[in-house]
């Protein structure tokens, strides 16, 4: 759920964004819309929202974060997950330097919590989802190795509220219910450029991906299923968009 380019193109160095809303704005057909408002990250290093972004007269709004987050500056990912913890609140998934984290309980204007989910294996890991894949009714995490292009789905245990996942149990593959269980291979950062999980777009209550292949630049769209990502089904964008820098 990142900015797709357009906060990168006008804010400059670094910016990330939450891309729910702005994917929904550019690509209605897709109906990729939730209601997780735009996160980013100013020049300056502060976090924003962006209640207006896809519109042209965009306002920054600031967001309070927990005390022990870490620092915007080092963000290098995030990710708009809904609510994974079945407070009402929609979360967050992020990567600092090597740590993942997640922040939790965003009302519009701050998050409750920041939990740090593991803090030294995610340089070279990227998040791409996390949403209920197998369809058991707990979220699951879906990432890839960068290193050797590898996906993996770590499949949740959940949480006191139903719909939720204890967030413990995706911390670390061994608390998980059966360990990363490997989906997809091939998926290095040359090969696929930039990957992102989005709501489930054939209506198999799913979540699709969309990946920006490294030979062509062309956006394509996969249909997961539980057990593996697939072969891309159909071309989201077909042109080059390999400069596009926010992407994912
Ligand atoms: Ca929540
Ligand atoms: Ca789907």
Redesign the pocket.
């Known amino acids: 759920m990142v900015g797709i380019g357009l906060k990168g193109e006008e804010g400059g160095v670094g910016a990330l964004l939450g891309h729910e809303h702005v994917v929904g704005a550019l690509f209605d057909d897709l109906s990729m819309v939730e209601d997780v408002d735009p996160i980013g990250v100013s020049d300056a290093g502060h976090p924003v929202s962006n209640e207006h972004y896809g519109t042209a007269d965009g306002q920054f709004l600031k967001v309070l974060l927990p005390a022990n987050a870490p620092d915007p500056a080092n963000w290098t990912q995030i990710k708009a997950v ?10 967050l998934a992020l990567r600092a330097g090597t740590a993942f984290w997640m922040l ?3 009302t519009g204007a701050s998050f409750q919590d920041a939990v740090l989910m593991e803090g030294t294996a995610w340089a070279t890991r990227e998040i791409l989802n996390i949403a209920d894949v197998d369809l058991d009714g707990t979220p699951n995490l879906l990432w890839r190795n960068l290193a050797n292009g590898n996906v993996f789905l770590r499949h949740g245990k959940p949480g006191a509220v139903a719909g ?1 996942a204890d967030l413990a149990s995706i911390k670390l593959a061994g608390n998980s219910r059966e360990g990363d269980v490997k989906v997809g291979t091939g998926w290095t950062p040359t090969a696929t450029t930039a990957a992102i999980g989005i709501p489930d777009v054939n209506g198999d209550r799913i979540p699709d991906l969309w990946a920006r292949s490294g030979t062509d630049g062309q956006v394509r769209v996969y249909h997961p299923t539980s057990t593996a990502v697939g072969d891309p089904v159909t071309t989201a964008i077909t042109t080059d968009w390999s400069n596009v820098r926010a992407f994912g």
């Open positions: 809904g609510d994974i913890t079945g407070d009402g609140l929609p979360d939790t309980g965003y939720s």
